[in-house]
């Protein structure tokens, strides 16, 4: 009985909000070599093209996370929850568009347009989303298409009304007709061009609004897939952690070995007040692969559209 106790496994459910120190000092340094630390916990999120991997510890007794509720702590959590929900609108986008394909819209209104209020706004943006779907069911060729889409809804900025308008992420197969659909004002299209981390930096941005009606922040389509999630606790050892840590060996090197075919792009390394370890988050991205050169020379064709659609 002592025995299977012992290997039980503590592990901080919000780890996030434990681990906020990114400066590396001697009293974080002497918690890398704590004896309670049993091991790394390795999770890995395979969105698309992109890899994200969260390393963080757990230990053979239970950790009290010992922080002092102040007044900046809802603003801290506020933070948190923020940053969680563009990694996971970004995650979705990863996961379900295609780069060079699929479409990133902007809808504006017309000042007779303009909605009353939140809900009216909303609306509008469903009733695009049915004209879209009667459209396609109309063309031949796509009456068996699967729309998808992920949209936000920007009346609010800082607590302070603005001009209403809406961002939109889709797989719609005609741009053109994209555009016409909408009849409340302007619409602009472009085409998701990703970066060394996918469309992280287009997630962020989709969510930036902050208001009572917007907790969630985005619509989805309820046919998106979600992101591959693996946990494993044998990926990292102690030992192996601390070195990337304190920088000690080469991570890139480390998590390049790990998950072959993917190419290390950025690591944060956060450390804690509270607990021991440290939280290790790295971004990796697919590396192309000679059957994908195809999609490299799209580029200028893709380009020349813009050029052409704005003409």
């Known amino acids: 009985m002592k025995n299977k106790q ?12 434990a681990f906020v120190q990114s400066e590396l000092t001697k009293i974080h340094e002497d918690s890398l070599l704590d004896k309670a630390i049993a091991g790394y916990r390795v999770k890995s999120i395979w969105s698309g093209d992109v890899l994200e991997v969260e390393a963080y510890p757990y230990w053979k007794i239970p950790q009290n996370k010992r922080v002092k509720r102040d007044k900046n702590s809802s603003k801290a959590q506020e933070k948190l929850n923020e940053k969680n929900r563009q990694k996971h609108v970004a995650r979705l986008i990863n996961t379900n568009f295609r780069e060079y394909h699929d479409l990133y819209l902007t809808y504006t209104y017309t000042d007779n347009y303009v909605p009353e209020d939140y809900e009216q706004a909303k609306r509008d943006m469903t009733n695009l989303i049915k004209r879209m779907k009667r459209w396609l069911k109309k063309q031949k060729q796509y009456e068996d298409f699967e729309l998808k ?41 472009k085409r998701l ?45 102690r030992r192996r952690a601390t070195k990337i840590a304190t920088e000690e060996v080469g ?61």
């Open 149 to 189: 889409y992920i949209y936000t809804t920007e009346h609010t900025r800082n607590g302070e009304k603005i001009r209403a308008h809406h961002h939109m992420v889709t797989n719609f197969p005609d741009r053109e007709i994209a555009e016409e659909l909408w009849n409340r004002g302007r619409a602009n299209s």
């Open 6 to 17: 012992h290997k039980v496994k503590h592990v901080l459910a919000a780890y996030e909000e």
């Open 251 to 311: 991570a890139h090197e480390v998590f390049e070995k790990m998950y072959k075919n993917y190419q290390f792009k950025k690591m944060d390394v956060s450390f804690s007040d509270y607990v021991s370890g440290a939280y290790i988050n790295v971004y990796m991205k697919r590396i192309d692969k000679p059957k994908n050169r195809k999609s490299k020379r799209r580029i200028i064709n893709d380009d020349e559209d813009d050029q052409h659609h704005k003409s």
């Open 193 to 237: 061009k990703a970066d060394d981390f996918g469309f992280t930096g287009l997630g962020a941005y989709l969510v930036k609004e902050k208001g009572s009606k917007t907790a969630k922040g985005y619509t989805p389509s309820r046919n998106l897939k979600q992101p591959k999630v693996t946990v494993s606790d044998t990926k990292l050892t």
